[in-house]
């Protein structure tokens, strides 16, 4: 999913349950739901999203590119939690 079809859902839902706007935001774990965390940080950050499923930010470029994990950092991603 893209970010703007992702910030269009949240608009949608908002627009549709105004009360939601009060209400604390939480996630699931893992995909299955077994259990469930209130969201602490709602700044979203840009970094990069590994092919083995680990993010990186910025300031990782000069230790992934000296350990040959990469050539050149370039974001792909934005984390939402």
């Known amino acids: 999913m893209k970010f703007k079809e992702y910030l269009k859902e949240l608009i949608d ?3 549709k349950n105004p009360s939601s706007l009060e209400m ?3 996630y699931s774990r893992d995909d299955e739901g077994n259990g469930y965390q209130l969201v602490n940080d709602g700044a979203p950050a840009m970094g990069m999203f590994a092919d083995e ?10 230790y992934l590119v000296e350990e040959g994990m990469i050539e050149k950092f370039e ?3 934005i984390i939402i939690n």
């Open 24 to 26: 604390d935001v939480i």
């Open 13 to 15: 839902f908002a627009e």
């Open 53 to 62: 499923g680990e993010f990186y930010i910025e300031e990782d470029e000069e």
């Open 75 to 77: 974001f792909n991603a």
